[in-house]
């Protein structure tokens, strides 16, 4: 049935631990839609449901409360003095929170909407986290049956994979894709576009955020704020007291990835003989920190790995690489 779908039916869904983003054709460029994967439960009042409805924040009414999800929770948060809960955790359905479910559900209904003639969507899953094979196929499945159950054709994609497809294809799909998330990296090698590697870490945006903040007695959310706003460089201290603290746990993640790629290629014997070379190309909102490329590049000068690295490179659409890149794996009908 999908053959019969032309390009514009096809969609790209990025299922991030920290944000959502769905892809759509639109010409050359894709248009993106992005929500936070987050969601606060407010107590109910006929005013806040108007305001709610009147601000086009998705929301869903429950008994005594109501739960808003999205891009402006961030707000309420911050206004009600309590923190934003998560519906996701470690690139997985998040155990420790008993509305995981039903807010995914809720993201992905008003996101993609309901097919209207049996849409392609692909959608991101990570690579297993160590012993974390069970969890994976309990995540998959719950996410397929919510597209499902909108009328889509929903097909899951690695989010390593993604990184090759929206960035490789002038190097026939051949190289190191890594993206670097919220709450975990994932990586894959790729030959020709078929995956000789992929796996992921577990050490990411989320991870240094936490980490940050325990060493300098901040909160993870005022952490964030100072890491995603311009005024933070790898490697360069500041007048923040937290600038020392993010340039060691974000040298410590891109390590983890470099290492880990180290011992896995070089423990590979599926990679092709005649590779002498390949290109790496990065994204992921983690990778957008200053200073990052030339970490990368510091950081894969430490290892040996059976191939050489032609090019280091970071992804054109960044945030959204791994979007993109489902949605080319929809239009390549994967
Ligand atoms: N401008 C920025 N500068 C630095 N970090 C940023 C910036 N924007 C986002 N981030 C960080 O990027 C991380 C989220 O990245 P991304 O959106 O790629 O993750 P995700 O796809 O939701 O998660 P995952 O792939 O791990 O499931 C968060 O830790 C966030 O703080
Ligand atoms: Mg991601």
């Given at each position: 049935m999908a053959d019969a779908l032309g390009k514009d039916e096809c969609r790209g869904l990025d299922?991030?631990?920290?944000r959502i983003v769905l892809a759509k054709p639109n010409g050359e460029r894709p248009t993106y839609d992005v929500q936070l994967n987050a969601f606060i439960a407010l107590p109910y009042a006929k005013m806040t449901e108007k305001m709610l409805q009147d601000e086009g924040i998705y929301h869903r009414v429950n008994d005594k409360e109501i739960l808003a999800f999205g891009n402006r929770v961030d707000e309420f948060a911050n206004m009600l003095g309590g923190d934003t809960r998560r519906p996701m955790k470690t690139g997985l359905l998040n155990a420790g929170e008993p509305k995981s479910k039903e807010m995914m559900a809720l993201a992905l209904e008003e996101m993609c909407g309901k097919a209207k003639n049996g849409e392609k969507i692909c959608f991101s899953v990570p690579s297993a986290p160590p012993d974390g094979d069970s969890e994976l196929i309990f995540h998959q499945h719950i996410i397929k049956d919510v597209l499902t159950g909108l009328g889509y054709q929903a097909e899951a994609v690695n989010e390593g994979m993604a990184v090759v497809f929206a960035e490789l294809a002038d190097d026939d799909l051949t190289g190191i894709g890594v993206s670097f998330g919220g709450g975990l990296c994932n990586i894959s090698v790729a030959y020709l576009g078929l995956p000789i590697l992929s796996f992921c870490t577990t050490r990411a945006g989320d991870y240094i955020d936490q980490s940050a903040a325990r060493v300098t007695g901040q909160t993870p959310t005022t952490v964030r704020l100072h890491k995603e706003s311009t005024k933070f460089k790898i490697g360069e201290d500041g007048a923040n007291g937290i600038d020392q603290a993010l340039t060691i746990y974000h040298r410590d993640v891109i390590k983890h990835v470099i290492d880990e790629l180290e011992q896995r290629l070089n423990a590979s014997t599926r990679l092709p003989r005649s590779i002498r070379s390949m290109p790496l190309v990065f994204g992921g909102g983690t990778a957008m920190v200053k200073g990052f490329e030339a970490e990368m590049k510091a950081a894969l000068k430490t290892v040996k790995l059976p191939v050489e690295i032609s090019e280091i490179r970071h992804a054109k659409t960044t945030s959204n690489t791994t979007a993109k890149g489902m949605l080319l794996a929809s239009m390549l009908n994967m």
């Open positions: 299922v991030g631990t920290s």
